[in-house]
């Protein structure tokens, strides 16, 4: 049984960096797709990034240059650096996974393609 576990959320302030953590266990596909999301109250979960299993990785407009998604397969981790955070990255942040080929995974920007889910990890930025 697949489980996902995040960990790294907390508060900082404008302009700082945390790096969230996502271990996963029970993983026994060869190819998948990994991903970052979001939630605030009232809002549905946006992809903030997604990684598939060959590396390719693609990021929402508003954290590009900011934000970057890596695995360190080893250790069957996934994670997220965010770096110059901005109070509206202030958030739920979920990890996701999905067993797909990296077209599914280009293309799965809804909650609804990803299958596993970790709990979240909250991330609060003060102005």
């Known amino acids: 049984q697949v489980q996902l576990v995040e960990s790294g959320g907390g508060s900082v302030q404008a302009g700082g960096s945390l790096r969230l953590s996502c271990a996963a266990s029970?993983?026994?596909?060869?190819?998948?797709?990994m991903a970052w999301f979001r939630q605030t109250p009232g809002k549905e979960r946006e992809r903030v990034a997604n990684?598939?299993?060959?590396?390719?990785?693609r990021y929402t407009d508003s954290v590009k240059g900011r934000f970057t998604i890596s695995r360190d397969n080893a250790k069957n981790t996934l994670y997220l650096e965010m770096n110059s955070l901005k109070p509206e990255d202030t958030a739920m942040y979920y990890c996701?996974?999905?067993?797909?080929?990296?077209?599914?995974?280009?293309?799965?920007?809804?909650?609804?393609?990803?299958?596993?889910w970790g709990q979240g990890t909250q991330v609060t930025v003060s102005s």
């Open positions: 029970g993983y026994t596909y060869s190819m998948f797709c």
């Open positions: 990684i598939h299993s060959d590396g390719s990785a």
């Open positions: 996701a996974s999905v067993p797909s080929t990296s077209t599914y995974c280009y293309n799965a920007y809804a909650q609804n393609q990803y299958i596993h």
